[in-house]
């Protein structure tokens, strides 16, 4: 006869982390959230639901939010590099959902903020001007629907100038997430 272990359970809105720490969504303030587990979430979770077709190849490609999060980086000015890199954190508990489908969803809209909120402060994580914060996620969005979306010039929401260099998906969400915390360990020292 085989011995069985007991399954550790937290009963309520919880979720088990990468760490093997739980997240709950009731009180995110006092979840114990590793950087490691925000890299490796959002480097397991593609932007645009999965739909991202490579405009050199015509072919669909992975491409995930820690990537997103670390090109955002980069093109941030020193004091929001930081903020800019880490303003998907809501969704490495929360999940992520499409622009559209998340406009009708007022309570994940809901949760996901508080869960955004707790994790930038539990990170120390200043956001010094969030209207610039958004403007770069609005220019990353036009770089996005330029290079991995098989747009056809419709009218999106929102306007804002692409970067000029173009994105290649890195594919690989452990080069993803290596990425993203290289990044982040780097902004740490600065």
Same mark, same amino acid.
């Given at each position: 006869?085989?011995? %069985?272990? =007991?399954?550790?359970?937290?009963?309520? =809105?919880?979720?088990?982390?990468?760490?093997?720490?739980? @997240?709950?969504? #009731?009180? =995110? #303030?006092?979840?114990?959230?590793?950087?490691?587990?925000? $890299?490796?979430?959002?480097?397991?979770?593609?932007?645009? %639901?999965?739909?991202?077709?490579?405009?050199?190849?015509?072919?669909?490609?992975?491409?995930?939010?820690?990537?997103?999060?670390?090109?955002?980086?980069?093109?941030?000015? +020193? =004091?929001?590099?930081?903020?800019?890199?880490?303003? #998907?954190?809501?969704?490495?508990?929360?999940?992520?959902?499409?622009?559209?489908?998340?406009?009708? /969803? +007022?309570?994940?809209?809901?949760?996901?903020?508080?869960?955004?909120?707790?994790?930038?402060?539990?990170?120390?994580?200043?956001? +010094?001007?969030?209207?610039?914060?958004?403007?770069?996620?609005? /220019?990353?969005?036009?770089?996005?629907?330029?290079?991995?979306?098989? &747009?056809?010039?419709? #009218? &999106?929401?929102?306007?804002?100038?692409? @970067?000029?260099?173009?994105?290649?998906? &890195?594919?690989? +969400?452990?080069?993803?997430?290596? $990425?993203?915390?290289?990044? &982040?360990?780097?902004?740490?020292?600065?």
């Amino acid at each position: 006869m085989s011995t %069985t272990t =007991p399954i550790r359970r937290i009963v309520g =809105p919880t979720i088990l982390l990468g760490s093997g720490t739980y @997240f709950d969504f #009731e009180n =995110p #303030e006092a979840s114990q959230l590793t950087i490691e587990d925000v $890299a490796y979430s959002l480097a397991f979770q593609s932007r645009f %639901t999965g739909q991202c077709v490579s405009r050199r190849t015509g072919r669909r490609v992975y491409y995930s939010i820690a990537q997103h999060c670390a090109i955002m980086a980069h093109y941030a000015d +020193p =004091p929001h590099k930081l903020a800019a890199l880490m303003h #998907e954190v809501g969704e490495a508990t929360c999940g992520d959902l499409n622009a559209p489908l998340k406009a009708i /969803c +007022p309570d994940y809209k809901r949760v996901e903020k508080r869960c955004e909120t707790a994790g930038l402060r539990h990170f120390g994580v200043d956001v +010094p001007n969030p209207a610039y914060v958004k403007l770069l996620d609005m /220019c990353m969005l036009a770089t996005e629907r330029r290079d991995l979306m098989p &747009w056809k010039g419709e #009218e &999106w929401t929102g306007t804002a100038t692409p @970067f000029a260099e173009e994105i290649i998906p &890195w594919e690989n +969400p452990h080069s993803a997430a290596e $990425a993203f915390l290289v990044m &982040w360990h780097s902004l740490q020292g600065a």
